[in-house]
Structure formats: C-alpha cells, structure tokens
C-alpha cells in the first residue's frame, strides 16, 4: 500500500488490520475447538495467548513510517489552528491604540501572543511544550454560593475563550506578596468563619485593584455561572 | 530472517507463520502475536515483503505475504552473518577449554 494511501485513507488500514488480527484470533479458537474445548473455553483460551489486542494494534501502527508524518500533521493543524487565534484576537480585540478591548483575553493586551499559542509553536518545533503553566491553581475555593464574589475571584479563574485550551491562572507568578497572604488568608478564614456566612473582607491593596487581580464583568471565572 | 526465510517458501498468512516456526523448530521456537504482526508489518514497509488478500485454505479472507526480490537479498545477507556467529560461537565452544588447559 502506497504512502499516500496510508495516510488519507487510515480507515481503511485500521479495518484491514482488524481483519487480519481476527482472522488470525478465529483460527486459534478453531484450533481449540478441535483439540476438544467447549465454544467457550476456545475463546477464553485464544484470548488469554493472544494477549491484549489494541497493544498489538498500537505496535503494529507505530511499525508504520506513516506514525511520524501523522504526528506531524496533527501538530501542524494545531499550530495553525492557535496562529489564527492569535490573527483573529488582535484584528477584534485591540481598539487601535494597542490597549486590550473589554472582551480581549485577559492573558493578551493585543500585541502580545498568548502563552498558549507560543506553547503551540514550540511543541511544533519539537521541545514538547511545557504543560507546567497551565496547572490549575493549588489553592481552590469550595463552592459557596453565600460566599463573596470578588473574594472568590482570587481565587479561580478559567478561560473559556477557544484560543486557551488550558485554565490557569493569568500572571499569578507577578502576583504581589499582599495578594497571596490575602488569598490564604481568605481561604482559611472562610473555612473558620462560614458556618456562620460571613466571608471576610478580600485584600484592597493598589496591587489587587490592577484588573488581573480583579477581573472584568466580561471575565467568566470558574464554575460561576456568571 | 525465520520469518523471511518462512515466507520465502511461498505465500503465507501470519497465524501459518506463527504455526510453521513452532512445528519446526519442534516448540522451542514460539512466535507471539504481539512481536509477529509489528515486524510483519515493518518488513513490508521496508519493502521485503509484499501483501496481498486473497481467500485462505478455511474460504476465509487472509492477508499472504510473499518475499520480494529485496527481501530473497536481505535473507541471504542475514543468512550469511547468521552463519559466520554461528561458526564463530561453536569455534570457542569447541576450542575455548582446549587451549586454556
């Protein structure tokens, strides 16, 4: 089968390898039949020397050449499915004086590109991306509806624009020493304080008024349905 | 090269591969599923081996596979290496004691 073939028609290759890894599990339950085993007993046993069946099929798949120039292919879309993010924020998102638009993405102003889209890039170009920054924030607020918003909003905020396939926490490396002790703060107060439904009062330092502590309205954060 | 050298005796399907290594090599010799099919599949991408369906001894459709020109070469190549280790192997298994007494 040309190359060509195997890598536009790979429905065809997967049916054809099922039938040939079946044809060969029906003859060793043939086999076990006519030495004497019940329909069942064959197939119990076939199973068991066959071995795992999709381990076999993934070894086959990786024998193939095709393997690599699919990968390829795959990060090649990605990358350029993140790219037009990128062109399609800063035609919309920037108001013409380079500052981010009310609906921009909190991680891109609109001159920069988000982590996300580099991360694309860079895994094309082979280090294999780094997932490190898209960890979730390890500190996380249980749900409490009674709870105060804007406390809450230090806490967790999850992108659900299409360009950011991973949440995290925007900029959360820059955020002030003042920040932090307030968020711990706040969430172990409000472990103390909450049966009585008294948040207390989030940090109101010059830092957490800068937008990225606060947010925007236009910002959906976390499971709020907001 | 058992698979190759299988093979070169004429189509064959891959569970016959697996049963003629066995039969011959009188069960010393068991080939598992799980490395038969991957190194088929390799040998045909390498071009050694070329396949083809067409209907087995049972009716059934089977994938035979059947040794190409480029295929008779890489068998004789590891034929011939397989020949020089196995002298050279016996030569210290004949020799080895003699000349350290």
Redesign the interface.
């Known amino acids: 089968m040309s190359w060509w073939a195997r890598l536009f028609g790979r429905d065809r290759v997967e049916r054809?390898l099922d039938?040939?890894?079946q044809?060969?599990f029906?003859?060793?339950v043939?086999r076990n039949r006519r030495a004497g085993m019940s329909e069942e007993e064959a197939r119990r046993s076939a199973r068991l020397e066959?071995?795992?069946l999709d381990?076999?099929k993934e070894?086959?798949r990786?024998?193939?050449?095709m393997r690599m120039l699919e990968q390829t292919m795959q990060d090649l879309r990605y990358a350029a499915r993140m790219l037009s993010c990128v062109a399609y924020q800063r035609n919309r998102n920037t108001d013409g004086v380079g500052r981010a638009s009310p609906d921009c993405h909190p991680h891109d102003d609109g001159r920069n590109v988000p982590h996300c889209c580099s991360r694309s890039v860079g895994r094309f170009a082979g280090n294999g991306g780094n997932n490190s920054t898209h960890q979730q924030p390890s500190v996380r607020p249980q749900a409490d509806r009674s709870a105060d918003a804007r406390g809450r909003r230090l806490h967790t905020r999850r992108c659900h624009r299409r360009c950011c396939l991973y949440s995290s926490p925007p900029r959360q490396q820059n955020r002030s020493a003042c920040c932090a002790t307030a968020r711990v703060t706040w969430s172990t107060a409000r472990t103390r304080v909450e049966p009585h439904g008294v948040a207390p009062e989030p940090c109101r330092c010059e830092e957490c008024n800068h937008r990225d502590h606060n947010g925007g309205d236009d910002v959906r954060w976390g499971n709020q349905a907001e | 090269m058992l698979i190759l050298k299988v093979i070169a005796a004429g189509p064959i399907h891959g569970y016959a591969i697996a049963q003629r290594i066995q039969h011959i090599s009188r069960d010393v010799l068991q080939v598992r599923q799980g490395s038969l099919y991957p190194a088929l599949h390799r040998l045909e991408n390498r071009k050694l081996l070329q396949a083809e369906w067409k209907p087995s001894e049972t009716g059934r459709e089977a994938k035979f596979y059947r040794l190409t020109a480029r295929g008779r070469k890489q068998l004789e190549s590891e034929a011939d290496t397989w020949n020089h280790l196995r002298d050279g192997i016996e030569l210290i298994m004949r020799n080895a004691g003699k000349e350290a007494l």
Do not use: I, T, Y
Not at chain 1, 62 to 65: F, K, L, M
């Open positions: 054809r039938a040939e890894l044809f060969h029906d003859q060793m043939d066959f071995g795992g381990v076999v070894e086959c990786d024998s193939s050449r």
